[in-house]
């Protein structure tokens, strides 16, 4: 919205010329998000305290939880969006799966959202990964280069990747252990929904599996731990589950288990950029 308010000046004030280019957009889009993060954040998280929109902690979970009860959870009790999607008749199979597909992915990355600063520097690396993505195949040459489709307009995405990006950076600055604030289920579910839409722009859906990698196995881990908990009349694969509390539980720090899953997540959103030359 701002280049096309500003572009119109050119003729008048040439230095705005620089609002054409991509790169400057999208680092600027990065750096403005942050700032409004960290400068406002405070403030939203004091109002929070004030209105008492605290987390829940689950009773079962590990004890070391019991100490977050009541630290502010930033959007979730105040709106959670619920989206239903009703297929009349044989309907049309994509949006279906995409309607699936979407919704298992915001679910990943809720489950993930255990620990304080886990699903956020997650969130970073994937967004770091896509915005990689949305700039070689909004540009003809880099597409062709890396043979992969060309998808005119997906550039402008890496404007809204790098900002989302700052925000959640400016966000891990209050979330990182121990967290001042939590996203809540309409934070994680909101994120995820928006890695499974970004991954369908770019036809990348598989790649997500990589890209997402953490997330995959924290909602694995969950799927495993029910299927062997009926399977076996009450045995558990895991300690808990996801999986993060499995290690906690084993006696690692939150700390450790949470620097260990973002160094998995850095290597998992390596790996995927790699193979792009390799689709």
Same mark, same amino acid.
């Given at each position: 919205?701002?280049?096309?308010?500003?572009?119109?000046?050119? /003729?008048?004030?040439?230095?705005?010329?620089?609002?054409?280019?991509?790169? @400057?957009?999208? !680092?600027?889009? !990065?750096?403005?998000?942050?700032? #409004?993060?960290?400068?406002?954040?405070?403030?939203?998280?004091?109002? $929070? +305290?004030?209105? /008492?929109?605290?987390?829940?902690?689950?009773?079962?979970?590990?004890? *070391?939880?019991?100490?977050?009860?009541?630290? &502010?959870?930033? #959007? *979730?009790?105040?709106?959670?969006?619920?989206?239903? *999607?009703?297929?009349?008749?044989? &309907?049309?199979?994509?949006?279906? @799966?995409?309607?699936?597909?979407?919704?298992?992915?915001?679910?990943?990355?809720?489950?993930?959202?255990?620990?304080?600063?886990?699903?956020?520097?997650?969130?970073?690396?994937?967004?770091?990964?896509?915005?990689?993505?949305?700039?070689?195949?909004? +540009?003809?040459?880099?597409?062709?280069?890396?043979?992969?489709?060309?998808?005119? &307009?997906?550039?402008?995405?890496?404007?809204?990747?790098?900002?989302?990006?700052?925000?959640?950076?400016?966000?891990?600055?209050?979330?990182?252990?121990?967290?001042?604030?939590?996203?809540?289920?309409?934070?994680?579910? !909101?994120?995820?929904?928006?890695?499974?839409?970004?991954?369908?722009?770019? %036809? /990348?859906?598989?790649?997500?599996? #990589?890209?997402?990698?953490?997330?995959?196995?924290?909602? &694995?881990?969950?799927?495993?731990?029910?299927?062997?908990?009926?399977?076996?009349?009450? %045995?558990?694969?895991?300690?808990?589950?996801? #999986?993060?509390?499995?290690?906690?539980?084993?006696? $690692? %720090?939150?700390? /450790?288990?949470?620097?260990? @899953?973002?160094?998995?997540?850095?290597?998992?959103?390596?790996? !995927?950029?790699?193979?792009? %030359?390799?689709?």
């Amino acid at each position: 919205m701002l280049r096309e308010f500003l572009l119109p000046l050119v /003729k008048y004030f040439s230095p705005l010329n620089i609002f054409r280019y991509l790169t @400057f957009r999208s !680092a600027y889009a !990065a750096v403005t998000a942050l700032l #409004i993060v960290y400068l406002f954040g405070p403030t939203v998280i004091a109002r $929070l +305290r004030v209105l /008492k929109f605290g987390q829940s902690v689950r009773a079962d979970g590990p004890q *070391s939880h019991l100490a977050k009860t009541g630290t &502010g959870d930033e #959007i *979730s009790k105040v709106y959670v969006p619920f989206i239903k *999607s009703h297929v009349v008749d044989l &309907g049309p199979f994509w949006i279906l @799966f995409a309607v699936v597909y979407v919704t298992a992915w915001s679910n990943a990355v809720n489950i993930t959202d255990g620990l304080d600063g886990l699903a956020t520097g997650l969130v970073i690396m994937a967004l770091v990964a896509f915005s990689v993505l949305t700039y070689v195949s909004g +540009r003809a040459d880099w597409s062709a280069y890396l043979n992969i489709p060309f998808i005119r &307009g997906a550039g402008e995405l890496t404007v809204f990747n790098l900002a989302l990006l700052g925000a959640c950076i400016g966000f891990l600055w209050f979330n990182a252990h121990p967290a001042e604030v939590f996203m809540g289920d309409s934070g994680s579910l !909101a994120l995820g929904g928006v890695m499974g839409v970004l991954s369908l722009i770019v %036809k /990348k859906e598989l790649l997500l599996l #990589i890209i997402g990698g953490v997330f995959v196995m924290e909602l &694995g881990s969950v799927m495993l731990q029910v299927l062997y908990f009926k399977a076996t009349k009450g %045995k558990r694969l895991f300690r808990m589950a996801p #999986i993060h509390h499995h290690f906690e539980l084993s006696g $690692l %720090k939150e700390t /450790k288990v949470v620097t260990r @899953f973002w160094i998995l997540g850095a290597i998992f959103a390596l790996l !995927a950029l790699t193979t792009l %030359k390799i689709q």
